[in-house]
Nanobody, 120 residues
Framework: VQLQAFGGGLVQPGGSLRLSCVVS????????VGWYRQAPGKQRELVAA????????NYTDSVKGRFSIARDNAKNTVYLQMNSLKPEDTAVYYC??????????????WGQGTQVTVSS
């Protein structure tokens, strides 16, 4: 199972970006996907997560009302829509997926990270 994250870039404060996380490989199920971020000198933090069964979501307080996580099960893709971006959102964003492979083993995989820079 592999994850590919993309969609980062440079945006001005108040702008928007949409990140995508594509899960591929020997997938039996994708149980949960989370977007994390890590700014220079800081620990990696969970930004948003979505549970595949039922679609429940949760967000860290600093992004509530600005970010939205959604999934497209047909494409094995999870999106993070980021609006009203602030300079403090600048970080490398990673996606993580947990689930079961077709051989029934449990996987816990990370994507390669995509840089988001919010600056004027």
């Amino acid at each position: 199972v592999q994850l590919q994250a993309f969609g980062g870039g440079l945006v001005q404060p108040g702008g928007s970006l949409r990140l995508s996380c594509v899960v591929s490989g020997s997938i039996f199920s994708i149980n949960a996907v989370g977007w994390y971020r890590q700014a220079p000198g800081k620990q990696r933090e969970l930004v948003a997560a979505i549970i595949s069964s039922g679609g429940s979501t949760n967000y860290t307080d600093s992004v509530k009302g600005r970010f939205s996580i959604a999934r497209d099960n047909a494409k094995n893709t999870v999106y993070l829509q980021m609006n009203s971006l602030k300079p403090e959102d600048t970080a490398v964003y990673y996606c993580n997926a947990k689930g079961r492979s077709t051989d029934w083993s449990i996987y816990d995989r990370w994507g390669q990270g995509t840089q988001v820079t919010v600056s004027s």
